[in-house]
T-cell receptor
Framework: RKEVEQDPGPFNVPEGATVAFNCTYS??????FFWYRQDCRKEPKLLMS???SGNEDGRFTAQLNRASQYISLLIRDSKLSDSATYLC?????????????FGKGTHLIIQP | DTGVSQNPRHKITKRGQNVTFRCDPI?????LYWYRQTLGQGPEFLTY????????KSRLLSDRFSAERPKGSFSTLEIQRTEQGDSAMYLC??????????FGQGTRLTVV
């Protein structure tokens, strides 16, 4: 089983719709969780951290379910500029980013 | 530009040749990482430096791969006797104490 699993998509969604991605991780000792965004032929950039209590940043909501070992990202009122690959990222141990494990990414296409 | 800088951006080489890539991290970041990314995959961890010390190496890093960070600032990644399977995007990232990693734009290697 892969350490971090995501549905690769692509998800084709009309502009203005709500879209949700899920991600599962295998290491129950994982400590921190993130969503990164990667545009085509660009480097990954941090979108948001994911906290146990759930957290929101504008149109984006991230949630963590430790018991089921899954992480979700919800995008409301999607924009054309949201088209990108969304990478689920898990930190295996505390400290710095040396333990970051990336999923394969979920490809999102927002259609006008 | 105070972000992570990588060069060259693109490298085409013949199978069997040696290549070297350079990464200049964000100046105050003491942690530096190398990742490899192929089409349709998330970044895969290769190696990690804290200052000049190489603290972790992935099993992906075969004997043909070597990385250095001699003065704790820039880093180089060398691939000897390149193979077609080495064709990928090589990403460098840096961080300070937080888990968030800031990525460079990558070096795209094509082995022909």
């Amino acid at each position: 089983r892969k350490e971090v699993e995501q549905d690769p998509g692509p998800f084709n969604v009309p502009e203005g719709a709500t879209v949700a991605f899920n991600c599962t991780y295998s290491n129950s000792a994982s400590q921190s969780f993130f969503w990164y965004r990667q545009d085509c032929r660009k480097e990954p950039k941090l979108l948001m951290s994911v906290y146990s209590s759930g957290n929101e940043d504008g149109r984006f909501t991230a949630q963590l379910n430790r018991a089921s070992q899954y992480i979700s990202l919800l995008i409301r009122d999607s924009k054309l500029s949201d088209s990108a690959t969304y990478l689920c990222v898990v930190l295996k141990r505390g400290g710095g980013a040396d333990g970051l494990t990336f999923g394969k990414g979920t490809h999102l296409i927002i259609q006008p | 530009d105070t972000g992570v800088s990588q060069n060259p951006r693109h490298k085409i080489t013949k199978r069997g040749q040696n290549v070297t890539f350079r990464c200049d991290p964000i100046s105050e970041h003491n942690r530096l990482y190398w990742y490899r990314q192929t089409l349709g995959q998330g970044p895969e961890f290769l190696t990690y430096f804290q200052n000049e010390a190489q603290l972790e190496k992935s099993r992906l890093l075969s004997d043909r791969f070597s990385a250095e960070r001699p003065k704790g600032s820039f880093s180089t990644l060398e691939i000897q006797r390149t193979e077609q399977g080495d064709s990928a995007m090589y990403l460098c990232a840096s961080s300070q104490q937080s888990p968030e990693a800031f990525f460079g734009q990558g070096t795209r290697l094509t082995v022909v």
